[in-house]
C-alpha cells in the first residue's frame, strides 16, 4: 500500500557523490558560480531585513552620544571663549597700564622730577569733596605738599600722610586753587575748583586778555608749590561781559580725575630746589600768596582784586 524509497544508506551515498561531483565541478570549472551569485542576490533583502534592528539601535545611541558630546563640547568652548575674553581685557588694561608708565616716566625724565608711584585705593564718596586716598605713605617719602600727576597732567596735591597711605585733593575740589600761565603767551592767573570733575574756574583775567578756546594751562610756579610747566587743563569756555571788569573763564582739566587709577607723586628733591631758586618765586613755608599779589604779576589786569577777597592758600584745604 505505501511505496518504500531507497535505503537512508543509499539515499547518504547518493547526497554525498552529488556533493563531491559539484565540489569538484565547482572548484575546477566555476559552474557553480552564476548559481551562487543569483541565490545571494535572491536571499540580499532578507540580510537586510534581518540586521535593520540592530543598524537602527546602534545609530540611534550614537545620536544620543553624539547630542550629549556636542553640547559638553559647546560649554567647553564658550567657557573657554569667556576665559579669553577675561585675559584679553587684562591684557589691554596691562597695555594702557605701560603707555600710562612709560608717559609718566617720559614727563618725569623730561622735567627731571623725582617720581613715586602710587596707585589710588578709594575715593571720597562725599560729592562735594575731590579727595583720593593712595597705597603709599610716609615710608616711601610721601610728604604733606606733595604734587600729584597723572599721566596727561596735574591731578592735585598731597594734604594728609601717615606711613602707609596718603591722601591727596583733587585741583576740581571746591577749596582748592592752582596758579597756572597760559601756555602760548605767559599770562598768569589762579584756577579754582567748583566740585565738577571736568570743569576749573578761572574769574580773574582781564577784558583784554589775549586768549582762545583751546588754550593750554600750566602750572606757573608761584607759591613754590607746584612744579613749573605742568599741564593742568584746557580753556575751553570764554564769557566776555563788557560790563564785567574780569572775564569769566572755564578750562576743562587735562588729567583723567576720575579714570586715573595709576599716579606719581612729584618728591621734592635738590633738582626741583634749583628750579624753584631759578624762578625767583617767594617760597615762605605758609605759602600765604594773596590773590592780589599774582594778579599783580599778571601784567594784563590793570585793577587790583578786591580786598575782601579771601587769601589764597593753595595748600591750605578743609578736609
Not at 565547482?26 to 551569485?37: F, G, V
Not at 597723572?150 to 591727596?168: P, V
Not at 634749583?274 to 624762578?279: F, I, P, S, V, Y
Request: proline content about 4%; hydrophobic content about 40%; some cysteine.
Amino acid at each position: 500500500m505505501f511505496l518504500r524509497g531507497p535505503s537512508l544508506s543509499v539515499r547518504f551515498i547518493l547526497f554525498t557523490s552529488m556533493c563531491i561531483a559539484l565540489m569538484l565541478l565547482d572548484s575546477r570549472y566555476q559552474q557553480l558560480e552564476k548559481i551562487r551569485s543569483a541565490a545571494s542576490t535572491m536571499v540580499y533583502p532578507l540580510r537586510v531585513a534581518a540586521n535593520t534592528p540592530y543598524k537602527f539601535s546602534n545609530w540611534f545611541s550614537n545620536s544620543l552620544r553624539t547630542r550629549k558630546d556636542l553640547r559638553q563640547e559647546n560649554s567647553q568652548l564658550r567657557l573657554s571663549q569667556q576665559t579669553s575674553q577675561f585675559e584679553l581685557q587684562r591684557f589691554q588694561q596691562l597695555e594702557a597700564e605701560n603707555h600710562r608708565l612709560r608717559v609718566l616716566l617720559e614727563s618725569a625724565q623730561a622735567q627731571e622730577l623725582n617720581l613715586q608711584m602710587a596707585e589710588i585705593m578709594r575715593v571720597s564718596l562725599d560729592p562735594g569733596r575731590h579727595h583720593v586716598i593712595l597705597n603709599q605713605g610716609a615710608q616711601l617719602g610721601i610728604n604733606k605738599g606733595q604734587v600729584v600727576i597723572d599721566a596727561e597732567g596735574l591731578m592735585g596735591q598731597i594734604i594728609r600722610t601717615d606711613l602707609l597711605q596718603s591722601e591727596a585733593v583733587l585741583i576740581t575740589d571746591s577749596n582748592h586753587v592752582t596758579p597756572i600761565e597760559v601756555n602760548r603767551n605767559g599770562l598768569r592767573n589762579i584756577a579754582y575748583g567748583n566740585g565738577d570733575d571736568k570743569l576749573l574756574h578761572l574769574p580773574y583775567f582781564a577784558q583784554n586778555s589775549e586768549l582762545k578756546e583751546g588754550d593750554l594751562l600750566v602750572t606757573s610756579g608761584l607759591g613754590g608749590r607746584f612744579p613749573v610747566g605742568i599741564p593742568v587743563a584746557k580753556i575751553m569756555k570764554i564769557n566776555r561781559d563788557p560790563s564785567k571788569t574780569f572775564l569769566d573763564v572755564y578750562a576743562e582739566p587735562i588729567a583723567a580725575l576720575d579714570q586715573s587709577r595709576l599716579v606719581a607723586v612729584v618728591k621734592n628733591d635738590d633738582n626741583f630746589e634749583r628750579r624753584k631758586a631759578r624762578t625767583k618765586i617767594p617760597t615762605d613755608t605758609n605759602l600765604d600768596t594773596t590773590r592780589t599779589e599774582i594778579a599783580k604779576a599778571d601784567t594784563t589786569i590793570a585793577k587790583p582784586i578786591p580786598e575782601e577777597t579771601e587769601t589764597l592758600n593753595p595748600t591750605n584745604v578743609s578736609h
